[in-house]
């Protein structure tokens, strides 16, 4: 791994999941301060950030600007969660927050400090997929795929949470990830057989 | 996004004396200043992340009755929590029935009520007369495009509307949020927590520098209640026009009804006068179209949205059957 996380990696090579061990990112120079002890002081620039990606350990100096999903996209190349619209209207950058699903683009990485995060590059057993995976490729629940990867998360949450008592219930409890293809109907039986599998 | 320096409170005390500082912007849930911050709306300097402040998330009963809601529990905490779904159906449903499932994983029941207008100029990339985004630059959507805009309240310096879903229905339950300043804080109703024009067509709400939400206090709830939104999607979209109902029946008598309306002017708008007038009437009388007509007196349009009149009122008169449980 590359002191300034910007060596180019493949995507498949990140798909593949190779385990990424912890980077040092970028920190942006950061300017004098005069170290007064008042309470302005405890505003930094840069964080230290620690957290557990996809079982994995990392720890961060991050600009306080930095999301997480451009931490996850643009720090360690895990570009299967996607940037859509960044304003947390599409759904494509959906990830699991200690277990819950979250729109990537609406949180600052230094407040995830200490958490954990699971990406879609998390989901599968080695080689063998996460059965929502298998569900959406068996129901043909994707076009173009970009939205993909956040309606598959998303979908893990929703069973997780038990909201696929219905098709109706299904599409209310995803329609939180907009897909342009109008796969609609594909995904919401794609989620509706995946929670069966799993019960 | 412009950087800025960042800094996460520790306690309630820490986060009011931080968030008390010059050129200082709160952020909780997060999913409303980011996107301020990316528009450009506002540019500050310093933020104090107030979203690890122990002690101010939960539900919890009061001995009154009521219940108390941390401030930042987030709001698909607070809708299925049992206490809401039991006693406050209206609450639970305006959450349910706002954002999307992922963002009421991040925001937070305190944070909602600071959401600002959807206004296109307010929200605009290029910058255009908005008396909120640039104060004393005029109002763009007077004259301009206001289908989805104020018929109460508005005045030609902002047409906008306030867009929440739960605000509207702490407003029928005449819900107080609870504020800390460190010097005992204050008790500011629901219902007129966020400004009309009238007051200061810039502002927003009536939230001091250095003030917080710290809770939501809820009376205990005699009453059955419903929440209706009206709006071009089914799901994940804003309201075109809302209504909270809290009834207390008496058989097919209205002992007390207590309305409030969404989407319709700068804060949840009550119908008192409707309310007064339904004390004491049956439901499925004619009173029920003559009250409404009375709290509808004062509505004026704009010049693209006088279609919201009548489908507010008709939101209302079918939030009151819902609430009723009457098909």
């Known amino acids: ?199 | 996004m412009r950087d800025f320096s960042y800094a996460q409170a520790k306690s309630r005390a820490d986060a009011i004396l931080l968030s008390g500082q010059p050129n200082t912007m709160v952020i909780a849930g997060g999913t409303e200043i980011l996107n301020w911050m990316r528009i450009g709306i506002v540019d500050p300097p310093r933020l104090v992340d107030i979203s690890r402040v122990p002690g101010i998330e939960g539900v919890e009963a009061l001995p009154s009755g009521g219940v108390r809601i941390g401030a930042l529990t987030k709001l698909n905490d607070v809708a299925q929590h049992q206490l809401v779904r039991k006693s406050y159906p209206v609450l639970s449903e305006a959450i349910l029935k706002s954002a999307s499932p992922q963002i009421r994983n991040l925001a937070t029941v305190g944070g909602n009520p600071m959401q600002r207008v959807r206004c296109p100029y307010f929200r605009a990339d290029e910058p255009t007369p908005c008396n909120k985004r640039s104060p004393g630059s005029g109002c763009a959507a007077f004259a301009g495009f206001n289908e989805k805009h104020a018929i109460f309240g508005w005045t030609k310096d902002c047409v906008a509307v306030h867009p929440a879903d739960p605000p509207v229905a702490l407003a029928a339950l005449d819900a107080v949020y609870v504020t800390d300043d460190g010097h005992g804080g204050r008790r500011i109703p629901a219902r007129s927590f966020n400004t009309l024009p009238s007051q200061d067509p810039a502002a927003h709400n009536v939230l001091r520098a250095g003030e917080l939400i710290v809770g939501i206090e809820i009376e205990p709830a005699e009453a059955t209640s419903a929440y209706l939104k009206v709006r071009e999607r089914e799901s994940y979209e804003y309201a075109t026009v809302s209504a909270a109902v809290v009834i207390d029946l008496d058989g097919d008598v209205i002992r007390r009804v207590r309305i409030a309306l969404g989407s319709v002017a700068m804060r949840p708008w009550r119908l008192s006068e409707t309310e007064r007038r339904l004390a004491g009437r049956k439901l499925k009388s004619d009173a029920i179209d003559s009250a409404l007509d009375a709290g509808f007196a004062d509505a004026r349009p704009l010049s693209s949205n006088g279609y919201k009149i009548k489908l507010a009122r008709n939101a209302a008169k079918r939030a009151i059957e819902l609430a009723a449980g009457v098909t």
């Open chain 1, 1 to 199: 791994m590359s002191e300034d996380g910007t060596k180019k990696l493949s995507r498949r090579e990140v798909m593949r999941g190779s385990a990424l061990a912890a980077g040092v990112a970028t920190i942006a120079p950061i300017g004098a301060r005069q170290a007064t002890g008042s309470v302005t002081d405890r505003f930094e620039h840069s964080n230290h950030v620690v957290m557990e990606i996809n079982g994995v350990d990392h720890q961060f100096d991050l600009e306080s600007r930095v999301t997480l999903l451009d931490l996850l996209r643009e720090r360690l190349h895990l570009t299967g969660t996607k940037k859509g619209c960044n304003r947390g209207e599409c759904g494509a950058c959906t990830v699991l927050l200690d277990g819950r699903r979250v729109n990537a683009c609406l949180l600052l990485a230094a407040s995830v400090n200490g958490r954990k995060v699971t990406t879609i590059e998390g989901l599968a057993d080695g080689p063998r997929l996460h059965p929502v995976q298998r569900a959406f490729i068996e129901h043909d629940a994707f076009q173009c795929g970009f939205c993909t990867s956040g309606q598959v998360m998303s979908a893990v949450s929703c069973i997780a949470e038990g909201h696929t008592g219905t098709n109706a219930e299904i599409r209310e409890w995803m329609s939180g990830n907009i897909c342009r293809c109008a796969a609609y109907p594909q995904i919401a039986a794609a989620v509706e057989a995946a929670a069966k599998e799993r019960i």
